[in-house]
Structure formats: structure tokens, C-alpha cells
């Protein structure tokens, strides 16, 4: 029998101010989710801002560990190390690379993330909060973690849910394994109005596939 892979889910405390804000309304002290396909990684995949100075244009990224250094240092991290099937494992990393190619096709869902204090969420095509993207994840992975369907989840729920399958609590800095940006692009500055353009593009977007969807159901 083919040994056991495993899919690892990481949550982060990241020293940002929004950061600060999530876990504030939240009153939990992790605000970030990961995922990665290997015990010592070189990136994270998630959902988050793609530049540092542009906190409302966000996507799928690849996250390296300079992202958490500098003035983010100190992010603790609570990994989870959940097992899969090898094929399982092969099927995501295929899908986690050709999302990498096609990056710019996948949004932030910020309108979940406004919904999030009401324990709602906002299920929108090709976008994700940090946190769906990690349950979409794990629903696909033929994991024994018990998803249901298109429920809210919080980080404090998703930790909930994973405690069986906890791993280590570290930096995050000292849990991954390469110290150079490795394609994360977080560290390059936009000019301002490059940033307005950018936020306002995603809103358009956002609410152009949420119109769709609305659209959609009332003709089925």
C-alpha cells in the first residue's frame, strides 16, 4: 500500500495592522491561513494581499517566509499535518501549480470577508478568503476531516476541527525552509494610484461575479 502523504495547514499571527484588527473582532490569536505540501517548505499557498502596500488587492500567493520578516517579525505559527492519499497529494500539487499560472484569474473575496463578523460567507467562483481557500482545500483532498458543504468557518473553527492532527507550534520563519522571496511578490511597492486602480478593478470583478451568481439561481 502506497504510503501516506500529507496536506499542511498553517495559521499565522501576522503583525499587521490587519492583522491586529482581524484578531481584534475576532478575539482569536491566529488571523491567517496556509496551506503546503511539504514538513519544511519553501512557500505557502494562500489568499492575501499580493503587495505589502496594497492591503485590498489581494489573491492567490504564494507566501515566502521574508513575507513574515522585517516588520512582520515574530509571526508564531500552528501547524497541522493532515494525511492524504498519494494521488490526492499529486492532484493538488497539479492544481496549486496551475492556480500559480493563472493567478490572475483568482480574487480575495473581501465581500466574505465583510460578512465574516456575522459568521456568514459569500460563495463567489475562483475567490477566496484565506480561510475558504483552506477548507476548499482540505474538502477536495479526500481527507477525514468532517467539512460540511458550503458552512462559515473562522480560523478558530478550522483549528477546532484540525486539533487531531497538530503537528508543532514555532515562528513561522523557523518552520520554512527557504530565506530568499521564491517568487512572492509582497515586497514591491505600487504607486498610489497603481493601488486605487487595482482595489477598484477587484471590486468590479467581485461584484460582476456575484451579480452572475444571483442571476443564475433565479433561473434555475
Not at 517566509?65 to 516588520?71: C, E, P
Not at 456568514?120 to 475562483?126: F, G, M, N
Request: net charge neutral; glycine share 4%.
Amino acid at each position: 500500500m502506497p504510503e501516506l502523504k500529507y496536506l499542511y495547514i498553517i495559521l499565522t499571527t501576522t503583525h499587521s495592522k490587519m492583522g491586529g484588527l482581524i484578531r481584534a473582532v475576532t478575539h482569536y490569536p491566529y488571523n491567517h491561513v496556509s496551506v503546503a505540501l511539504e514538513e519544511k517548505p519553501a512557500v505557502l499557498y494562500s489568499f492575501a494581499r499580493h503587495y505589502e502596500n496594497a492591503p485590498f488587492y489581494g489573491g492567490f500567493v504564494r507566501e515566502s517566509a521574508l513575507r513574515y520578516s522585517g516588520r512582520y517579525r515574530g509571526a508564531e505559527a500552528l501547524v497541522f499535518a493532515v494525511p492524504i492519499a498519494p494521488e490526492r497529494h499529486a492532484a493538488l500539487r497539479e492544481r496549486l501549480e496551475e492556480m500559480t499560472g493563472q493567478r490572475e484569474l483568482y480574487l480575495y473575496n473581501m465581500l466574505s470577508a465583510l460578512c465574516a463578523p456575522l459568521h456568514r460567507r459569500v460563495a463567489l467562483p475562483e475567490a477566496y478568503t484565506c480561510v475558504e481557500f483552506a477548507v476548499d482545500v482540505l474538502k477536495n483532498s479526500g481527507t477525514s476531516v468532517p467539512i460540511e458543504g458550503n458552512c462559515f468557518y473562522s480560523v478558530e473553527d478550522l483549528a477546532r476541527l484540525l486539533d487531531p492532527y497538530r503537528l508543532c507550534q514555532l515562528p513561522v520563519t523557523a518552520y520554512m525552509s527557504s530565506p530568499d522571496w521564491a517568487g512572492d511578490t509582497f515586497s514591491q511597492q505600487t504607486p498610489t494610484w497603481t493601488r486605487v486602480y487595482l482595489t477598484a478593478d477587484t471590486w468590479r470583478k467581485l461584484l460582476s461575479r456575484l451579480a452572475h451568481r444571483l442571476l443564475s439561481q433565479t433561473h434555475t
